[in-house]
C-alpha cells in the first residue's frame, strides 16, 4: 500500500515537473519575441538580455582579474540570463 501512494506520488511529481518545463520553455520563447520586436522598433535598451553599464564594468572587471565564476554570477543575477547565456556574455566581454 505504501509503495503504491509512492509511486503515485512520485509520477505525479514527474507530471508537474515536465509541465512546468514545458511553461519555461513557452514563456522562454514569448520574451524572444519580445526581444525581437524591441530591436525591430528600435528599443534596443527594453530586451530582457541588456545589462546596464555598471554590471557591464563591473563583470568586465572581474574577468580581467581572472573571477570569471563572480562576473557570470553577477550578470545572472542582474538579467535573470540562464547560466549558458551569462557565461557566453562575459566571454565575449572585451
Same mark, same amino acid.
Given at each position: 500500500?505504501?509503495?503504491?501512494?509512492?509511486?503515485?506520488?512520485?509520477?505525479?511529481?514527474?507530471?508537474?515537473?515536465?509541465?512546468?518545463?514545458?511553461?519555461?520553455?513557452?514563456?522562454?520563447?514569448?520574451?524572444?519575441?519580445?526581444?525581437?520586436?524591441?530591436?525591430?522598433? @528600435? %528599443? !534596443?535598451?527594453?530586451?530582457?538580455?541588456? #545589462?546596464?553599464?555598471?554590471?557591464?564594468?563591473?563583470? +568586465?572587471?572581474? $574577468?580581467?582579474? @581572472? %573571477? !570569471?565564476?563572480?562576473?557570470?554570477?553577477? #550578470?545572472?543575477?542582474?538579467?535573470?540570463?540562464?547560466? +549558458?547565456?551569462? $557565461?557566453?556574455?562575459?566571454?565575449?566581454?572585451?
Amino acid at each position: 500500500m505504501e509503495y503504491g501512494l509512492f509511486a503515485i506520488a512520485m509520477i505525479g511529481v514527474l507530471l508537474a515537473h515536465l509541465e512546468l518545463t514545458k511553461w519555461k520553455e513557452r514563456v522562454r520563447a514569448q520574451q524572444k519575441q519580445i526581444d525581437e520586436l524591441c530591436r525591430a522598433i @528600435g %528599443r !534596443e535598451a527594453l530586451t530582457s538580455d541588456t #545589462v546596464p553599464d555598471e554590471v557591464r564594468e563591473k563583470a +568586465l572587471r572581474l $574577468k580581467r582579474a @581572472g %573571477r !570569471e565564476v563572480e562576473a557570470v554570477k553577477v #550578470v545572472r543575477q542582474s538579467t535573470g540570463m540562464d547560466l +549558458l547565456e551569462a $557565461k557566453n556574455w562575459v566571454d565575449g566581454l572585451s
